[in-house]
């Protein structure tokens, strides 16, 4: 769908080729051993659903959940070129995983991006359904996690809802609105109320086969992070009031380069020099518009897809950044907001999606016999298997939430 995916594919392959680790290297001594693979048990029967707005979703209620979760997304190949999609809620005290959400879709069609379909306080999950059965429909939906509902906040029909994505405050969605003309498949940037009032557009569709692309918004709730893609994919800000964009501004790969936070600097984000790689830089800003600052840069490889920077992320508790060094082979990276040297997070295995816990540690899923299906913490010193399953199935995504 979009330029940017060729490279992304390499940087893919290159990482899952690359040899199973046999066992954990002295530097890596601490590193927890893997519990046998098990797939966790729903914690109930699927919750009924509106027919109008069912799409092919089963819910399984969370009930009130307490401490910090990680979301994480499970993909598995099923007949007819499709995916079987669930959506594990995983404690960090180790107790079962929990599936709460499971869905039938189309391969081609987007995944579960949780960093922005999940609401800040961890309770709903704004989701297009798929578009299998009599219930398919354009719109989205709002999956309540705790008591199972599910309500049709949006109808697009003829005008397809994507990559719905969360307000910090939870009081408003941002996402892009696709066409069904031949051509000219982008309607531009939208935002509803979270109770489905209030719809409006932001910005208006480009032309040709570019597409609006929704990364998520800024900590303050002014700014929506989006991109018009089509070759390339250039991060920029909208006034969710007036509609203005404005920076910062790069070239982004994946589907969450950049980070925002209410202290300053506000913003950090990885570029790269161009849609087919180049230069790869950790930038931050002050705020929206405010000028960019590079805090450290590489060169890149672009034939080899290596390196490549993603998944910006400033700490909770420090003025520290975590990202990705994908590549031949994938590392973790810390670098001080002030610059200098980063520092690679020693781990076990090939990191390809990471965040921050609330107290400083890390989550991240690495690759297992080329796919991505083991879910892990480390503190710096010691890595521990929250999750793992069967190589036929992959994660693909996580998010980190804290309930009280």
Sequence with gaps: MFGVRPLLCAVLLLTSCAAPIAAPSPIASAIATPAPTQVPTPSATPTPLPSAASGGIEVFATGQLHGSYVWVIREEFAAQDRVTE????VPLDESPAKMVVRRLRDRQDLGIVPSRQISPDGTKLA???AYLGPAAHDGFVVVDLVNGKVEELSRGDRQPDAMPAWSPDGTRIAFARRQTTPG?????????????????RVLVGSCCAQLTRV???????AGIAFAVTFEGADYSIANVVTGSVSGPHGQAFGTAPASWRLKVPQFVGAFSQSDKGGEQRIEIADGIGAPPRTIFHEASDAANADALLFNARWSPIADEILYIRAGRQGKLMLVSATGG????????????KAEWLPDGRIAFITVSNGIGSVLNVTDRTKQTVLLSFQPSASFTDLAVRAYP
Excluded: C, H, K, M
Excluded at 86 to 89: D, E, G, L, N, T
Excluded at 342 to 349: F, K, L, Q, S
């Design 184 to 200: 000219s498949p982008d309607d531009g940037l939208w935002v509803i109320n979270a109770d489905g009032s209030g719809i409006r």
């Design 341 to 352: 040297t980063p520092t690679e997070v020693r781990i076990d295995g090939q990191p390809f």
């Design 215 to 221: 990364y998520g918004w800024t900590a303050d709730g």
């Design 127 to 129: 989701l297009e359904p």
């Design 86 to 89: 669930s959506v594990y809620a």
